[in-house]
């Protein structure tokens, strides 16, 4: 059985989380849900006193922990909001599918700025991949795969990741500013086939996460124009637009489908099919 948010239970919701502001919410279900990863992502191989040496993944082993992971995050996302946990099931799957394959690139991205190196994307196993060994990434010696004319074909999305890297070291972001972003994220409004009340709710939840960043900004951070200091931050979420659909367009194009054992929930977060 994969591990999974005890607080997806209505009573601990309520007991734990009710009344908490957003960041506050989300920094406590974050710590939680880095260590339901480190259980999930430890094999069977593993000894569990020692700490696990992280290594460089191919392509396959990517999906496979990615795979392991959506419900994973799907539960945290329900932890995080009452709001969402409330949406009917079809609009879930609809914020949930137009936010997972953002966020992926973004938390990683923000890992690696802060803990990793620029070309050792940092993955939420510990282990990393090589940005700058694509073919080797892409190559699968067991399925007879040469990574040659896929690595040329993702140069491009290389160019606009180390453009957000870049963008992210320079900003320096602290963890409380990656979740205010993440909550833009998530509660987005005007998507094909959005209710009016999740519209309505998307709308809430961005005006209620600017109050409380404002606040940090003003209080904890001491900046002297806080409600200016989300603006700053925009580009951000523009560049990690133009990474993700670079991303999924050369995914689409490749014929990486056909070459690798694409599990359906991977499927689904690169071309933006909804479960």
Not at 71 to 77: E, K, P, R
Not at 187 to 198: A, K, N
Not at 233 to 259: A, E, W
Request: proline share 3%.
């Amino acid at each position: 059985m994969n591990p999974s948010f005890a607080c997806l239970n209505e009573e601990s919701v309520g007991d734990q989380y009710k009344g908490m502001p957003i960041l506050e919410k989300m920094k406590m279900s974050y710590e939680k849900l880095e260590e339901l990863r480190k259980e999930l992502h430890r094999s069977n191989e593993d000894n569990i006193s020692e700490e696990r040496i992280p290594r460089s993944l191919k392509f396959q082993e990517c999906l496979n922990q990615l795979s392991k992971e959506t419900q994973l995050l799907a539960d945290w996302i329900e932890c995080c909001f009452d709001e969402f946990h409330t949406l009917a099931v079809d609009q879930k799957s609809l914020l949930f599918s137009n936010f997972l394959p953002v966020f992926i690139i973004f938390e990683r991205t923000f890992m690696t700025s802060k803990f990793g190196k620029k070309n050792q994307l940092l993955l939420s196993s510990g282990d990393f991949v090589e940005i700058d060994k694509l073919e080797k990434f892409f190559t699968d010696e067991e399925k007879g795969i040469c990574g040659k004319q896929m690595a040329e074909l993702f140069q491009s999305s290389v160019k606009l990741y180390d453009t957000l890297y870049n963008l992210l070291s320079t900003e320096n972001l602290d963890l409380f500013e990656f979740f205010t972003l993440t909550v833009l994220l998530l509660w987005d409004h005007g998507l094909v086939g959005q209710s009016e009340e999740c519209m309505s709710s998307s709308k809430r939840m961005k005006s209620v996460i600017a109050k409380e960043y404002t606040h940090y900004q003003k209080y904890f951070k001491n900046k002297d124009n806080p409600t200016t200091e989300i603006a700053v931050k925009v580009p951000i979420l523009t560049c990690l637009q133009r990474v993700s659909n670079r991303l999924r367009g050369d995914m689409s194009v490749s014929h990486v489908f056909d070459y690798f054992t694409m599990p359906e929930n991977a499927i689904s977060t690169f071309v933006g099919r909804y479960s």
